[in-house]
C-alpha cells in the first residue's frame, strides 16, 4: 500500500537563511553575474536564490516562464542580498542561447555559469526514441558548450579574469544503471566538457562538475507515490531499498544542498577545484555492502 503523497521525507528543506551556505568572497557582489539554466525548478531555482542570497545577481533561464517567476518570489521571500534576474529561454535553440548569454551579460560583470537544465527518459538501447536522445544531448550536452562558448569570452574580459562554470552532473557521471542510456551518455559526457574547459582556462577561469545521488526535486518525488502503487510497498520502502539500497546516507538531498555546492564551487574558497567533480551521493558510488 502507498502512502500519501504528502509523506515528509518527501518535502524538501526549504530554501532560506537556515539552509543556506554563506561565503565571503570579494566576487560575490551586486556587479557579478551568475547565469544559471533550469532556473525554473528544483536545484536550478535552489541555485539562483542561493547566489543571490550571497550578493550576486543571478539570472535564472528556463522554457518554464512561471517557474521563473517562483524562482523570483523565492529570492525576495528569503530576503536576498543580490536579486534574480529572469529571462525565458529554450536551450535546444542556439539563437535563444545567445539571446540569454548577452541578456545575462546585461546585468552586470558575467562571471559564472551553471549548467543545471536537465530531462530524464527510460527506455532500453534497444527501444530508446533517437528523437528523446537527441532532445537529451542537445539540452544536457550541447547547450552547457554553446552557453560556455559564449560566456568564456565575457569572463576573459573582465578585470582579473576570474570565473567559473559549473555542470550538475550527477552519478550517471561515474556508473550507470539500465534504460538510462540518454541520460548515462550525457552526464558522462558532461564530466568531459568540464574537464576540457579547465583544460583550457588557464588563470582565472575554472571548470567543475557535482555529482549527487537523488535530489528532492518534483523530477523525483513526483514518481515515487506512484512506484510505491506499482510495486506494492510503501513510500518508505522505495526510498531506503529501490533509490538508496546503495547509499550509505539513507536520505535524499535538498535542492538546496546542491545549490550550496555551486556557491561553495564558485567561490575563492574553491580555487583548487578546477576540472574536478564534486560527488556527493552519500556513499552511493563508492562503497560496496
Ligand atoms: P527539474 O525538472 O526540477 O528542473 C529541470 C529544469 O530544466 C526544468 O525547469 C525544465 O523546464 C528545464 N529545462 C528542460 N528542458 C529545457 C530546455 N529545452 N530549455 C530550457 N530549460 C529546460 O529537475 P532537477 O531535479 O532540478 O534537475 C536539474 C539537474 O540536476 C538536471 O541536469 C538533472 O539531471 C540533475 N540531477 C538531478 C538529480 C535529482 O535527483 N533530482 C540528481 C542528480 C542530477
Known amino acids: 500500500m502507498s502512502d500519501s503523497p504528502k509523506h515528509d521525507r518527501l518535502e524538501a528543506r526549504p530554501v532560506g537563511d537556515d539552509s543556506l551556505l554563506f561565503v565571503d568572497d570579494d ?3 551586486e556587479e557579478t553575474v551568475c547565469l544559471v539554466t533550469g532556473g525554473g525548478s528544483g536545484i536550478g531555482r535552489a541555485t539562483a536564490v542561493a547566489m543571490a542570497a550571497n550578493g550576486v545577481t543571478a539570472v535564472a533561464t528556463d522554457v518554464d516562464e512561471d517557474g521563473l517567476a517562483e524562482t523570483a518570489a523565492l529570492a525576495e521571500d528569503v530576503d536576498a542580498d543580490g536579486r534574480v534576474e529572469t529571462v525565458v529561454g529554450d536551450l535546444t535553440d542556439d539563437g535563444d542561447i545567445e ?6 551579460a546585461g546585468h552586470g560583470t558575467l562571471r559564472y555559469l551553471a549548467n543545471i537544465a536537465g530531462m530524464q527518459h527510460i527506455d532500453a538501447v534497444e527501444d530508446f526514441p533517437m528523437e ?5 544531448h542537445d539540452v544536457m550536452l550541447r547547450a552547457p558548450l554553446y552557453l560556455a ?3 568564456i ?4 574580459e573582465t578585470d582579473d579574469g576570474v570565473g567559473a562554470i559549473g555542470n550538475m552532473a550527477s552519478v550517471h557521471g561515474h556508473y550507470v544503471t539500465s534504460d538510462k542510456v540518454g541520460y548515462n551518455v550525457s552526464k558522462f559526457g558532461l ?3 568540464t574537464q576540457s ?5 588557464g588563470d582565472g577561469l575554472r571548470a567543475y562538475s557535482i555529482s549527487t545521488g537523488y535530489v528532492k526535486t518534483p523530477l523525483v518525488t513526483d514518481q515515487i507515490p506512484d512506484t510505491a502503487e506499482q510495486r506494492g510497498i510503501s513510500v518508505d520502502e522505495v526510498i531506503d531499498d529501490v ?3 546503495q547509499s550509505r546516507v539513507k536520505e535524499m538531498m535538498d535542492p538546496v544542498d546542491v545549490a550550496n555546492l555551486f556557491v561553495f564551487g564558485f567561490s575563492e574558497h574553491a580555487r583548487h577545484l578546477n576540472g574536478g567533480d564534486l560527488l556527493f551521493d552519500g556513499g552511493m558510488t563508492l562503497t560496496y555492502e
Open 243 to 245: 533509490m538508496l539500497g
Open 191 to 193: 564530466r568531459g566538457l
Open 27 to 29: 566576487h560575490f557582489r
Open 149 to 151: 562558448k559564449r560566456t
Open 153 to 156: 569570452p565575457h569572463v576573459r
Open 99 to 104: 539571446r540569454v548569454v548577452e541578456a545575462a
Open 132 to 136: 528523446q536522445y537527441d532532445r537529451m
Open 197 to 201: 574547459i579547465a583544460a583550457e582556462g
